[in-house]
């Protein structure tokens, strides 16, 4: 009896310290330290205008996962957030910092649009992939320009895709006001795309319907995952990423890898632009970001760049988005969520400064148990 | 033919060229503050998060004193001290320069958005304030055609340009500027030579900081007299542009900005000449140009632009 119960105590033990192990991880301490130290800040920001935190943040918490109504718009704002996310996620995985998941959820949504509208006449087993696929390939492509740019002339991706960017917002500005407008609405919108175009709605409370959009996220996510940890493609990605000349010595292809993990990156953004036109929108609307590409940059660091830490990240950022609402009713500005979101990778960009914060605590714990 | 007459139509009437200096400044301040950081090897993308301080910080000083130069002289404050939060994150803390500076647009949307609500008591937009005189300069007035362009302007259109010979000669004449290239180009070999890289990576940075919110003080007390929600509205990106168009130089910069804000007053001009009866839509391609430019400028395929060496690395001293 006495060695079965030492070996539960050591398996015990064992979880403990893995455990123990895990929460030590700089990947994990850092964006959770970054995110109490944010709240933490804040707090004080609301107490300076004379409301009660407490109250806050109760109201920030009902407001996002409150009720089923709520709980369903923070999904809905989730969906294309993991997706930006991982679109980033996987661009920082190569070593590529692509600040242009933003016109390359543009241009993913305008071709899923331009599909969802000019199909007519199949059933929607059909219609949905082409018009998803649709929205892959053009966000892909757009990623790729920055990509190939790179590979081939040595153009930061940085200032190519922010560029890109802008030529994506006035060409979709050009169309929903122009060749793809809806007729005569005089709004810059364009058509409604067929039913059988639109994406299956799992529940829907009042005006908020849930798509089965959220669900393509997390496959998305899945295999995303897979991808980086599994295969060869994943691993000559990540390997060119950490060091590329060393990867190149090794017989990996920069210029390759470069492009194709742009052409990912793209793509993914890409999806999250067809899932808001198929299952949220229904139609184009041109302005349809609102810095949800933006948003993946800080989901991709709190989520450290790992794709279950960014269905995470990404589930953070959309309640507090959605729960910010609350917020104002409270009294509140919301904008203080935004204060809090740009403090946090603040934080994390000064990782040093928030080590240095920790390891401080810690020494004078030790001093203390001495 | 009527398109050409629509173009000539346009290049011979003056407030073309008002129109383009006006929009083009914002941009030649927050270029040249993009020179600054990046010669001392600093990438900047806060810019547009510092421009939109600076339009909100003039706003809200020219509010309570009813002096708009009061109010510019608080956006520089407030772009100096963005600028230095910059440096402390990526370069005392050697963090990753681009993830600071979209730390720091976030932070500059949330706060401006936050305390608008606070001081003004709504959302969206601010209360009207005055805005900076034009100043009309006689001897200019007088000179026929170009008098119409450059006699009555924002003092902060004047101020751009001098800053711009003032930066040209700092940066290519002084011994600062020569440390500040040292710093950008090589700062271990700057280092040796004991060159303080921290100390003029602050500077440079700050520099920056404080062009950039000048840049966003003209367009609220510059301009609108009002301060909107995100009104820089991705200035700071374009002035990005606008400095790699000009090559990290300040007269590269400005001559950028100016072609930048050629390209905007030109597609709002080519749609009130009705010779041509163009839709309206069609100024969005035009307002493409520059940002196609400048990708074909940066991949290499029309002259060759190059920055500073370590732009972007953060140094650490031994």
């Known amino acids: ?26 990947t994990f301490v850092i964006p959770l330290a970054s995110i109490i130290l944010s709240l933490f800040i804040a707090a004080l920001v609301i107490l300076s205008i004379g409301k009660n935190p407490l109250v806050a943040y109760t109201a920030l918490i009902r407001g996002s996962f409150g009720n089923v109504q ?27 910092f692509n600040i242009g998941a933003e016109g390359q959820l543009t241009m993913g949504a305008l071709a899923a649009a331009l599909f969802g509208v000019y199909i007519v006449g199949v059933p929607a087993i059909v219609a949905i992939p082409i018009a998803i696929l649709g929205g892959i390939a053009a966000g892909g492509a757009w990623g790729a320009i920055a990509g190939y740019l790179k590979a081939e002339t040595g153009a930061h991706e940085v200032i190519s895709t922010i560029m890109l960017n802008y030529v994506a917002s006035l060409l979709a500005n050009f169309m929903v006001n122009g060749p793809f407008q809806a ?62 000349y060393a990867a190149e010595y090794g017989g990996i292809s920069i210029a390759k890898n470069v492009v194709l993990a742009m052409f990912v990156s793209g793509a ?4 999250a632009g067809a899932v808001e036109v198929l299952g949220l929108h229904h139609r184009f609307l041109g302005t349809l970001s609102a810095g949800k590409g933006f948003d993946g940059i800080s989901i991709a660091l709190i989520g450290q760049n790992n794709p279950i830490g960014v269905v995470f990240a990404a589930l953070l950022i959309a309640a507090l988005r959605t729960g910010s609402n609350q917020m104002q009713f409270a009294g ?11 403090l946090v990778i603040f934080f994390i960009a000064t990782e040093r400064l928030v080590k240095t914060m920790i390891l401080w605590k810690e020494r004078k714990e030790e001093v203390l148990q001495e | 033919m009527n398109w050409l007459i629509a173009i000539v139509n346009i290049f011979m009437n003056p407030f073309f060229y008002k129109s383009m200096l006006n929009k083009a400044t914002p941009l030649i301040f927050a270029s040249l503050g993009g020179v600054y ?40 404050y407030i772009g100096a001290a963005m600028g230095a939060l910059h440096a402390l994150a990526c370069v005392t803390y050697r963090g990753n320069q681009i993830v600071s500076g979209t730390a720091l647009i976030l932070l500059s949307q949330g706060a401006t958005g936050f305390l608008l609500q606070r001081i003004f ?93 000048l840049g966003g003080a003209f367009l609220s007390v510059g301009q609108l007299g009002q301060f909107t929600e995100n009104m820089s509205n991705g200035r700071g990106f374009i002035a990005l542009a606008a400095m790699i168009f000009g090559n990290w130089k300040p007269f590269g910069a400005l001559g950028a900005s100016l072609l930048f804000g050629m390209a905007e007053s030109f597609s709002y001009q080519l749609q009130t000449q009705s010779i041509l009866k163009l839709p309206p839509e069609i100024k969005y391609l035009f307002l493409m140009i520059p940002f196609v430019l400048t990708l074909v400028v940066v991949a290499g395929f029309v002259g060759k632009t190059r920055p500073p060496a370590s732009d972007g690395i953060p140094y650490e001293k031994e």
């Not at chain 2, 010979?165 to 440390?179: A, N, P, V, W």
């Not at chain 2, 500040?180 to 040796?192: C, H, I, K, L, W």
Request: with cysteine; glycine share 10%; net charge positive.
């Open chain 1, 268 to 271: 993914l953004a890409g999806l």
């Open chain 2, 37 to 76: 950081s990046e010669t001392t090897g600093v990438v900047n993308i806060a810019l547009e998060g510092i421009m939109l301080a600076g339009a909100f910080a003039s706003v809200v000083f020219t509010y309570i004193t009813g002096n708009p130069w009061i109010g510019i002289l608080m956006a520089v």
């Open chain 1, 70 to 96: 709520a709980f369903i718009t923070t999904m809905i704002k989730l969906t294309p957030l993991i997706l930006t996310g991982l679109s980033v996620a996987f661009g920082f995985r190569a070593g590529l």
């Open chain 2, 121 to 213: 008591g709504q959302p969206g937009s601010s209360d009207l304030v005055k805005t900076l005189p034009t100043w009309k300069i006689e001897a200019f007035r007088r000179i026929p055609f170009v008098g119409l362009i450059i006699g009555d302007l924002s003092p902060l259109v004047y101020i751009a340009f001098i800053c711009v010979i003032c930066s040209h000669f700092l940066i290519f004449k002084t011994k600062l500027g020569l440390r500040m290239r040292a710093v950008g180009e090589n700062p271990e070999s700057a280092d040796t030579l004991g060159i303080d890289v921290y100390n003029v990576r602050y500077f440079g940075v700050i520099m920056s900081g404080i062009l950039a919110s």
């Open chain 1, 332 to 342: 509140i500005p919301k904008h203080i969520i935004i204060i809090v979101q740009g």
């Open chain 1, 183 to 244: 007729v005569g609405t005089g709004i810059p919108k364009s058509p409604e795309i067929t039913d059988a175009a639109k994406l299956p709605i799992m529940i829907s409370v009042q005006a908020s319907s849930l798509s089965i959009g959220i669900i393509i996220s997390l496959i998305a996510a899945i295999i995303v995952y897979i991808v980086l940890q599994r295969t060869t493609v994943g691993y000559e990605i990540k390997a060119v990423g950490f060091n590329p």
């Open chain 1, 1 to 26: 009896m006495g060695d079965i119960e030492q070996m539960i105590r050591d398996i015990k033990k064992k979880i403990f310290k893995t455990a123990v192990e895990f929460f030590k991880r700089d």
